[in-house]
């Protein structure tokens, strides 16, 4: 940890001319489990930050924390650092369900950290839930909701669950150990979902996320909306609007690398296209939609004719909402969100 955590400091050197001067609005621990490093290692990466990009002074700064590193000591000292944000990976409330997902903390631990956070002040909190899975009934799913609406927690991510290949979960389900994924089961759960949060005053504000109004996951929203970011470390990606380029995940490569001064990374340069599918596919999973001038303005009279084509059929069908000449998706939409944008899509030399 002390090595990766002072090759990210000088990674974020090497950088700091990958945004153009912009000024950072959010910085991001995640992709792992930053909430063990300790409060040394976290402080040389936010003061790297600090010393080569231009830091908002409201700068939203979240960190991923497992409930099990959820103590007094750790938020105070988060807190001392400038983290406004948590991000706790809760997925359910149940131990019959922590068990099936193959977690190791309890639904008390999770409830416990939540308010522990709370109570420290950090009102800025997001968590986490899974659903759609064998041992999660309607309404076990309802009561897990309930506490987070309860609790008046601010912003759920909520996400059906994926059996990914060689998992122990994919594993135990083909040896049949446990109950296999039930599609009809997800796609209910995403419909209580959605009448739940929204009827709890919650905005729908991206598939996946709802939150109070004006608490919009500020770094999301950012991947959303297209906006430029830099990743930094191990697998990290970044995008400036033009290409995407991806560290290195080996570990042993990217120290070696970060230590003779270079940047571990390969790069793709972006063709109009990518970056028109990117826009669909991004733009309809929010509540800001698509919008006709931006298809315009950034890829040209083509691409806007192509759209406005491909997405007529769903408009009749109910699956797309027309607001002036903003395109946004249904709650029947949402239930097939990347098959509408993928079907929009534009080739090549359109």
């Not at 769903?314 to 395109?327: Q, T």
Request: charged residues 20%; proline residues 3%; aromatic residues 10%.
């Amino acid at each position: 940890m002390p090595e990766v955590a002072s090759a990210i400091a000088r990674e974020a050197a090497l950088q700091k001319r990958y945004l153009d001067g912009a000024m950072i609005n959010s910085v991001y621990f995640g992709g792992g489990t930053p909430s063990l490093f300790n409060q040394s290692y976290l402080s040389g990466i936010i003061d790297a930050i600090s010393a080569n990009f231009v830091l908002s002074g409201d700068a939203e700064i979240t960190l991923e924390a497992n409930p099990d590193d959820v103590n007094n000591t750790n938020l105070n000292a988060w807190k001392n650092l400038g983290i406004n944000r948590l991000s706790m990976g809760v997925q359910s409330f149940r131990d019959e369900d922590l068990r099936y997902l193959n977690r190791i903390h309890t639904g008390s631990k999770a409830l416990e950290c939540i308010d522990l956070a709370q109570d420290n002040g950090f009102e800025n909190l997001t968590i986490d839930l899974i659903y759609g899975f064998p041992v999660l009934s309607d309404e076990a799913w309802l009561d897990n909701l309930q506490k987070v609406i309860g609790r008046n927690i601010p912003h759920l991510s909520a996400y059906a669950l994926t059996v990914e290949p060689r998992t122990a979960l994919d594993v135990m389900i083909r040896k049949g150990k446990i109950a296999p994924v039930e599609e009809g089961q997800a796609v209910r759960h995403f419909e209580l979902l959605m009448e739940a949060m929204i009827n709890a005053g919650y905005l729908h504000y991206e598939i996946s996320n709802f939150c109070k109004p004006d608490r919009y996951a500020r770094h999301n929203t950012a991947y959303w909306k297209g906006e430029p970011y830099l990743g930094l470390g191990p697998s990290a990606h970044s995008f400036n609007g033009g290409s995407r380029q991806w560290n290195m995940s080996g570990i042993g490569e990217y120290l070696q690398a970060i230590e003779s001064g270079k940047i571990p990374h390969d790069i793709e340069i972006l063709e109009i296209s990518q970056q028109y599918n990117e826009y669909v596919m991004t733009g309809l999973r929010t509540m800001w939609g698509c919008l006709e001038s931006e298809i315009a303005l950034r890829f040209g009279k083509d691409y806007l004719n192509h759209f406005r084509k491909g997405i007529a059929k769903y408009m009749a069908s109910g699956h797309i909402l027309k607001d002036h000449e903003v395109y946004i998706l249904t709650n029947k939409g949402k239930l097939m969100a990347d098959g509408i944008a993928a079907d929009l899509f534009a080739d090549d030399g359109l």
